[in-house]
């Protein structure tokens, strides 16, 4: 099973800055096997970005991905107050599916 | 867009088999793969697994899951028997079997006498 470990667990920021999130895989995942999710208090979670770079669908591009092999790292560039919220990184590499423990980004 | 929305008990007794439903509105559900996904409180995200005509299961949860779907419904299912406090979570349908498209809100469930 592949484990993933997220970095920072929680990212103190104010609307406007620029917040890096890590997701760091314990073995190296096939086609780049990388997604990631948002996800608010009493909302669905949202897909934002998958195949380690690609925005899904309405995804504002002050969200991007980045990454191969065992080293990940979603960006938003200028946070905006709707974008405090939990982060979790998932890779379907391989079987199980597994997913980080999440980043909180709050606001500082 | 497709919205999918998860129905079941809140509340299911020790030994009995929790059994829970994902409507799916704005896209067939014949057309790709659905997953279920669960988080305990407390604890991370676990997927539990993606199926259509076949599937494939997260190993430590494999024989006790049944899966099917309804499609004159809409409608897809998990059952997961021989429940224990460690199957207290919040479970999520989701359409996709790699990464996950879009997904419930979620529905928390309880396993306690």
């Known amino acids: 099973e592949i484990v993933l470990t997220q970095s920072p667990g929680t990212l103190s920021l104010s609307p406007g800055e620029r917040a890096t999130l890590s997701c760091r895989a314990s073995q190296s995942l096939s086609s780049s096997s990388l997604a990631w999710y948002q996800r608010k208090p009493g909302q669905a979670p949202r897909l934002l970005i998958y195949?380690?770079?690609i925005r899904a669908n309405g995804i504002p591009d002050r969200f991007s991905g980045s990454g191969s092999g065992t080293d990940f790292t979603l960006t938003i560039s200028r946070l905006e107050t709707e974008d405090f919220a939990m982060y979790y990184c998932?890779?379907?590499?391989?079987?199980?599916?597994?997913f980080g423990q999440g980043t909180k980004v709050e606001i500082k | 867009q497709v919205q999918l929305q998860e129905s079941g008990p809140g509340l299911v007794k020790p030994s009995e088999t929790l059994s829970l439903t994902c409507t799916v509105s704005?896209?067939?559900?014949?057309?790709?793969?659905w997953s279920w996904i669960r988080q305990p409180p407390g604890k991370g995200l676990e997927w539990i697994g993606y199926?259509?005509?076949?599937?494939d299961y997260n190993s430590s949860l494999k024989s006790r899951i049944t899966t099917s779907i309804d499609a004159s419904k809409n409608q897809f299912s998990l059952t997961l028997s021989s429940v224990t406090a460690a199957d207290t979570a919040t479970y999520y349908c989701a359409s996709g079997r790699g990464y996950f498209d879009y997904w419930g809100q979620g529905t928390l469930v309880t396993v306690s006498s």
């Open positions: 998932q890779q379907y590499g391989s079987s199980p599916r597994t």
């Open positions: 195949d380690s770079s």
């Open positions: 704005g896209g067939s559900i014949s057309s790709q793969y």
């Open positions: 199926f259509r005509y076949s599937g």
